[in-house]
């Protein structure tokens, strides 16, 4: 079909999440047949990202500076809400509703998949915990069984620090019929309920 430049750009675009080998080639088409407004701009941004882009030392967020805007932002409250990855911690900022602070752990614990609590970042969180100042920790870690061992985990060892320590709420989704939720969701919801 073409060159090797083209292929090699058709299999890394393939390589993205949700993309596969035709949906690469549709992209890399109208890159090419847009070179001045598509393909050459998006060169240059990830250029720019490979050359800028780094891990905040404090947080684990990705910025071009460090610490990140969202650590060194002085209006954050004292609040640290812990997260599984960096889309989480996107996800809550693009909600508007959380003003704290934030920790990546860089997964979750998994005996399936061989990790452990050293290949987390638990240690530069205990670190800034041993720092002092905040006054709550909010593990937004997900509703699977791993998320659920990583929060057992880590309320264990974040209880001598004498910090309240919660959780996100989970249960019912808004918009959810009763009728189709599992037994586990239900059951979860019915436990933390709170007053109407």
């Known amino acids: 079909m073409g060159g090797p430049e083209l292929e090699n750009l058709i299999g890394l675009f393939a390589r993205l999440p949700g993309l596969g080998p035709r949906s690469a080639r549709r992209i890399v088409l ?4 847009e070179r001045e407004n598509g393909l050459l701009p998006l060169a240059e941004a990830l250029r720019s990202a490979a050359a800028s882009v780094r891990t905040c030392t404090n947080c684990g967020n990705l910025d071009s500076s460090d610490p990140c805007a969202i650590c060194a932002e002085p209006l954050r409250e004292s609040r640290i809400c812990v997260v599984e990855n960096i889309a989480d911690l996107w996800a809550l900022e693009r909600a508007h509703v959380y003003r704290g602070k934030y920790h990546v752990l860089g ?5 399936l998949s061989g990790r452990g609590p050293e290949d987390l970042a638990i240690a530069p969180l205990l670190k800034r915990l041993e720092q002092g100042g905040i006054e709550e920790i909010i593990l937004a870690l997900p509703a699977t069984v791993e998320g659920a061992a990583t929060a057992h985990y880590l309320t264990e ?7 309240p320590l919660s959780r996100l709420a989970q249960g019912v989704p808004i918009g959810g019929a009763i009728e189709i939720l599992d037994e586990g969701t239900l059951a979860t919801a019915l436990r933390a309920r709170g007053a109407a």
């Open 107 to 111: 997964g979750t614990l998994s005996a």
């Open 30 to 33: 109208k890159l090419l047949r």
């Open 157 to 163: 060892r974040l209880r001598r620090f004498a910090i």
